[in-house]
């Protein structure tokens, strides 16, 4: 991408080229605004370039905006007249209209149709190319200038100085810090006066101490039964996939799970059990496994497991559970069978914490949302000023619903700063990328 001269005056200048700011930049061009995007990086969207393992679930095919925002728990009610702009169904019409058509996965789950976040980057990149927003790289900014309480510019690193009518903040929050979200917003925002509730890894890997899990590295099972536990209570039941790694447990439902794990080891050691068989009780998951072993009677346990459990994990039963390996079937004892069917019905594992902010997909915390006007994301501490993307105090699972969120208040927010802006557009030709 071009550098583009400092120095010059911009109606709208949006901080930050993720997927929220590169909406935002975007609409506010396309209102009518003369739109400087900056970003610290060699070109914007890094995150957006991992999101979905690189295929990008864009959003959550749930077109009722009541239902889709329950999601979004308490803070779903902040969101209302933001998604009244810009929802599920403009979402999608926008990418469709701008060349990217879409699939749908379970659990309402979209992607683009080429199945690669490249296809999201582009259509973005081509909407601020369309609409001549100056996309300036290498351009981390430092601070906020502030002339009589109004904000009047920003600085960069380098020492330039740029002005505008309104400004954008869409730094992201602290997850991944390496794709450039380094919670410089957060820093900002609390200078400015605003709130910032502090940043907790909310959809995180957890690390578990059993050594023997993470010999199962990328082992998934899309329907395992998840209980948390602590000081004998049950905390929490849910059902989804989840997925082995090298230090403990992934997947879409360790990843919701994650939030109220972190919190509950605040209290105290927590305890997991996984029901890999959650459609079956012990005794119908008995007949099953006998059934199987009828078929086996003189096969060795060691070869048969596979037919109950993904080898990976057959492979390690009998060393877990103290069964001879070598036995024939015709000599398993109900005994051993029982132990068998216990362990699989309820996997205990230890959760010791998680992989931290670094691996985290959502930090949760950020700007407080009584501080922002949702028909607009203008700041109310600063008329001029609109913060869209991670960088608000907002938890929701993962499915699409981060990137939902940064479409819809990084559209609200370009198209009221675009709009808003007294300074009539400058007819000098914009650079390009
Ligand atoms: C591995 C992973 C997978 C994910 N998958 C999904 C998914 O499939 N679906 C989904 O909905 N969500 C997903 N998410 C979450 C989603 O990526 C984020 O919610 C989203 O990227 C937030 O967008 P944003 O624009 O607010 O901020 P970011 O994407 O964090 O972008 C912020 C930008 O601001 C720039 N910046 C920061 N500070 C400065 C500065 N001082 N000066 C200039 N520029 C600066 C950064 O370099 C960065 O480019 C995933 C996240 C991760 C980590």
Same mark, same amino acid.
């Given at each position: ?39 610290? !990086? ?11 393992? =690189? ?20 803070k779903?009610?902040f ?34 149709? +080429? ?44 020492? !330039? ?8 903040i ?8 390496? +794709?450039?979200?380094? =919670?410089?917003g957060f820093?900002w925002l609390t200078?400015l006066g605003h709130t910032v509730h ?12 059993? +050594? ?19 000081? !004998? ?133 950020g700007v407080d949302l009584a501080e922002v006007d949702f028909?607009t994301m203008q700041s109310r501490i600063y008329s !001029?000023l609109y913060i869209v *993307?991670?960088v608000l105090d907002i938890?929701?699972?993962?499915? =699409? ?8 208040? *990084? ?23």
């Amino acid at each position: 991408m071009k550098k583009v001269p400092a120095h010059k005056h911009y109606q709208v200048i949006v901080i930050g080229g993720g997927p929220a700011g590169m909406m935002a930049a975007g609409r506010a061009a396309e209102s009518g605004a003369q739109v400087l995007l900056l970003e610290k !990086n060699s070109r914007p969207g890094e995150k957006l370039l991992i999101t979905g393992g =690189g295929r990008s679930n864009i959003t959550n095919n749930e077109k009722d905006n009541r239902k889709l925002l329950e999601k979004f728990k308490g803070k779903g009610k902040f969101l209302f007249s933001a998604f009244a702009q810009f929802s599920v169904t403009e979402t999608l019409h926008f990418f469709h209209t701008h060349g990217m058509p879409t699939i749908l996965e379970g659990e309402g789950r979209v992607f683009p149709k +080429t199945e690669k976040s490249e296809s999201v980057w582009e259509c973005l990149r081509n909407y601020m190319k369309k609409h001549h927003v100056d996309v300036r790289t290498h351009s981390p900014v430092k601070k906020f200038n502030i002339t009589n309480g109004t904000i009047t510019g920003i600085t960069l690193n380098d020492g !330039n100085v740029i002005t505008g009518d309104s400004y954008i903040i869409a730094t992201g929050g602290m997850s991944r810090p390496e +794709t450039g979200s380094t =919670g410089d917003g957060f820093k900002w925002l609390t200078t400015l006066g605003h709130t910032v509730h502090g940043a907790d890894p909310a959809l995180v890997p957890i690390r578990t101490k059993e +050594t023997w899990g993470h010999k199962l590295t990328g082992l998934a099972f899309n329907e395992a039964k998840v209980t948390t536990r602590q000081n !004998n209570a049950t905390q929490d039941v849910r059902i989804g996939k989840i997925l082995f790694t090298h230090v403990g447990l992934s997947g879409p439902l360790i990843l919701n799970m994650s939030k109220d794990i972190v919190e509950l080891l605040k209290y105290g050691p927590v305890t997991l059990s996984v029901d890999l068989f959650p459609s079956m009780d012990n005794n119908a998951l008995d007949k099953y496994i006998q059934s199987i072993f009828l078929k086996n009677q003189n096969k060795k346990l060691r070869n048969v497991l596979s037919d109950i459990v993904p080898n990976m994990l057959a492979q390690a039963l009998p060393a877990l559970l103290m069964l001879d390996a070598e036995k024939e079937i015709n000599i398993v004892t109900r005994l051993e069978r029982q132990s068998l069917i216990k362990f699989i019905k309820a996997i205990p594992l230890t959760p010791t914490g998680t992989l931290g902010v670094e691996k985290a997909v959502v930090v949760s915390g950020g700007v407080d949302l009584a501080e922002v006007d949702f028909r607009t994301m203008q700041s109310r501490i600063y008329s !001029n000023l609109y913060i869209v *993307g991670d960088v608000l105090d907002i938890d929701r699972p993962s499915g =699409g619903y981060s990137l939902q969120l940064c479409w819809t208040t *990084g559209w609200v927010a370009g198209m009221h700063a675009g709009s808003n802006s007294p300074t009539p557009r400058l007819s000098v030709p914009h650079s390009q990328e």
